[in-house]
């Protein structure tokens, strides 16, 4: 006797639930008796039996600001290393148009922010919408120019 000579049928046979008593799943399907949770298609998400549900009882916390959902704020170093790589010009004018169509920054914002991180040893000409005092401050001391637009867009 060899094991490929072994008639033995290896595969379990599938269970076909609620299709009658003698199946071994009939009747009621293995759901138990009764109640919402026997009925197909309900989902009690995140019922607890009558307890305060968790996300119910842990305090609401943070808030996400709409205004700032299209500002997008950028740092001196950053600014001083695309110009030490050559993508902007020191003598041309930063604006977030120029940014956007060097592909700096992506078009959906329309505010910009320059903040005072890291060092600039150029004198840049800048047109922005809001700047940090440390960033105002380093671009004045090397001869800088800074021009600040008014855009009032959410």
Do not use: C, W
């Amino acid at each position: 006797m060899r094991l490929n000579n072994l008639n033995i049928n290896i595969k379990k046979k599938k269970i076909r639930p609620g299709r009658g008593i003698g199946s071994g799943k009939g009747k009621t399907g293995g759901r138990g008796h009764k109640g919402q949770k026997s009925r197909s298609g309900v989902a009690i998400k995140s019922f607890e039996g009558g307890q305060m549900p968790l996300y119910r009882r842990l305090p609401k916390r943070g808030f996400k600001s709409r205004k700032n959902k299209f500002s997008t704020a950028i740092n001196l170093s950053l600014i001083q290393n695309l110009i030490n790589a050559k993508k902007i010009s020191e003598n041309e004018q930063i604006t977030l148009a120029l940014l956007q169509k060097k592909k700096i920054i992506n078009k959906k914002y329309n505010k910009l922010k320059i903040l005072g991180t890291g060092e600039i040893n150029k004198k840049i000409n800048i047109q922005i919408n809001k700047i940090s005092s440390n960033a105002k401050s380093k671009i004045e001391k090397q001869g800088g120019q800074i021009t600040l637009i008014d855009k009032t867009s959410s």
